[in-house]
Nanobody, 121 residues
Framework: QVQLVESGGGSVQAGGSLRLSCAAS????????VDWYRQAPGKKRELVAQ???????NYADSVKGRFTISRDNVKNTANLQMDSLRPEDTAVYYC???????????????WGQGTQVTVSS
């Protein structure tokens, strides 16, 4: 079983920064892709950033140049550094993690519990 724990949300003023973390624990060989999503009230959940095992990155256009995703393949953690925050970044942020469970290639994918980010103008 794999557990995901998110941390680091909070409230900041526009222009401020926050750093989100997602830590995976349990029985697995390694993490695969790690995605950060967000969901604002009344809106669909949207992909914000993705980092693959090899370090390849993808960002939503709305956060390019402001957010930075990173990972530590030894500690099995992933971070989302959010700078120059805007009120429209206000949402619940979720990590979604793929894990390689075993040498047979079996996988597991799951969501963190979500963490609230609120940016005031």
């Amino acid at each position: 079983q794999v557990q995901l724990v998110e941390s680091g949300g909070g409230s900041v003023q526009a222009g401020g920064s926050l750093r989100l973390s997602c830590a995976a624990s349990g029985r697995f060989l390694r993490l695969g892709a790690v995605d950060w999503y967000r969901q604002a009230p009344g809106k669909k959940r949207e992909l914000v950033a993705q980092i693959l095992y090899d370090g390849s990155l993808n960002y939503a256009d709305s956060v390019k140049g402001r957010f930075t995703i990173s990972r530590d393949n030894v500690k099995n953690t992933a971070n989302l550094q959010m700078d120059s925050l805007r009120p429209e970044d206000t949402a619940v942020y979720y990590c979604n993690v793929d894990t390689i469970l075993d040498l047979d290639g079996s996988t597991w994918s799951g969501w963190g519990q979500g963490t609230q980010v609120t940016v005031s103008s």
